[in-house]
């Protein structure tokens, strides 16, 4: 027995942001936006505390390092991704990567209690120009686990080919809108061409069920739970392991 594998291993949290904006209840109540003021304060902890941001294939290829490492994403592509988040983001030279809702690009989201503005392809290639990665959230924002398979299947490589078309790069990683997905969704994201997907919960080893740290606007102790987030998985690991 090697106590090693008894402990948790080191795992590189994934921040998932939504909204840059201040809600209210009403508007917002599941709190999935964030005030730009903190998501400001919490960029200059991560600088501060000099830790290096990675891209998503970075983060596959990551090698064990000593330094503080964290990948930030943001979910469904909100224009305000690009009026408060890029500016602070380009401040800092962080890389990030944001899952588009393809077919929603230049309009308005329909998933959300209220309905937000979103990204315009201008402001998505003068990002990619910068360095943020685009990579899918679908084309409509489906539940991959509750949508007729061949729906999802096309949801899920028209999505992947309209970046790519678009932009230029290749499209291998996807958040599943809702954190949704069966092992059905499992295959039909494989068979599209994707190479790792995103949930947001606990994750388990295999390469498409990656899990995220999911950051709302409702999580004030942000050194806090990005410190022991990694203990958190462990704990859940286990309690799921005992039943
Ligand atoms: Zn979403």
Known sequence: MNIKNYLPHRRIPIITYHQIAT?????????MAIPPERFAAQMAYLKQQSYQTLSLDQ????????????????????????????????????????FLVTARMGKHSH?????????????????????IDFQSHTENHVDLARTEKQTALKE??????????????????????????????????????????????????????????????????FSYRLQTSLWGDWLRYWRWQLG
């Open 156 to 221: 899920l490589k028209q999505s992947k080919q309209t970046i790519e078309d678009k932009l230029g790069n290749a499209v291998t990683h996807l958040a599943y809108p809702y954190g949704s997905y069966s092992e059905d969704t499992l295959a039909l994201v494989a068979e599209a061409g994707y190479q790792h997907a995103y949930a947001s919960s606990m994750a388990n080893n295999q390469i498409l069920e990656q899990s995220r740290f999911n950051l709302y606007g409702r999580d004030k102790i």
């Open 111 to 131: 998933w959300t209690q209220s309905q937000y503005p979103m990204l315009t392809w201008a402001q998505i290639e003068e990002m990619q120009r910068y360095g």
């Open 59 to 98: 983060l596959t290829q990551a090698q064990a390092s000593a330094q503080k490492q964290v990948v930030i994403s943001f979910d469904d592509g909100f224009a305000d991704n690009y009026q408060q988040a890029f500016p602070i983001l380009e401040q800092y030279g962080f890389k990030a990567t944001i």
């Open 23 to 31: 809600t209210s209840v009403a508007e917002d109540p599941e709190r």
